[in-house]
């Protein structure tokens, strides 16, 4: 069964912590993303990373730190420099092989602050 | 930075009506796509067109691109309460790696 996972649905963070938001795939795509989406808005690009070992930042990238150490993982964490990360996170994946192929996205993590 | 605007923000119709959003974009693309977000959830893709293509049907989804206006439409006919969602169009250009640059989407209601 192929797709992409994140974990969990719902994160509560505390001021001044950090929180780490997991992303998962199995469908051997090469390129992965993480996009925010606040209330009524299109997605905007935090992170991106082509291939294993290697990511670039998007338009959003203050506040967050990725890493990409296995293919198949690309976790979010946002640290306490982000002051506003209450939002709704989803993570994609995609085929590399040519511009524009569809992105595959995960069911997305709820960020709330307590 | 967000390259694609939908027209409307918010569309409310009658199942069994057709529901037409429009998508303008500012850059020349590659291809634009067309996803569908239910509440909650992540995006599904529908539909893609190359720049190359004017039209295009997926099912009861027409997709439409003009580029010299920097415009797509997308056209669900007949349409269910099940469609009720957030369509965003979403582009690629020549600079952009394959990464995609969405708009701000168009809500559908369709009322039973």
């Known amino acids: 069964d192929g797709g992409i996972t994140q974990s969990p649905k719902y994160l509560f963070r505390k001021e001044g912590q950090n929180v780490t938001l997991s992303c998962e795939q199995n469908?051997?795509?090469?390129?992965m993303y993480w996009y925010r989406q606040d209330p009524g808005q299109g997605l905007r690009l935090i992170y991106y990373s082509q291939i294993v070992n290697d990511f670039q930042k998007g338009d959003i990238a203050e506040g967050y730190s990725v890493s990409r150490e296995k293919k198949e993982s690309f976790p979010l964490t946002v640290t306490s420099a982000q002051k506003n990360p209450t939002a709704f996170y989803l993570c994609a994946s995609r085929k590399r092989g040519g511009p524009g192929e569809t992105q595959y996205f995960g069911p997305g993590t709820r960020l709330l602050v307590l | 930075s967000q390259q694609g605007e939908e027209d409307p923000q918010a569309l409310s119709i009658q199942e069994g009506e057709n529901a037409t959003m429009n998508c303008s974009y500012k850059t020349s693309i590659n291809n634009l796509q067309w996803y569908r977000q239910n509440s909650g959830r992540g995006l599904v893709h529908l539909i893609l067109?190359?720049?190359?293509?004017r039209e295009k049907h997926s099912g009861r989804l027409r997709v439409t691109l003009d580029t010299s206006k920097k415009s797509s439409s997308l056209l669900i006919t007949a349409s269910r309460a099940a469609d009720t969602a957030s369509y965003f169009c979403?582009?690629?250009?020549?600079?952009?790696?394959?990464?995609?640059?969405f708009g701000k989407g168009t809500k559908l209601s369709v009322k039973p």
């Open positions: 979403a582009t690629t250009y020549g600079g952009s790696q394959g990464n995609l640059i």
């Open positions: 067109i190359r720049s190359n293509e």
């Open positions: 469908l051997n795509h090469d390129a």
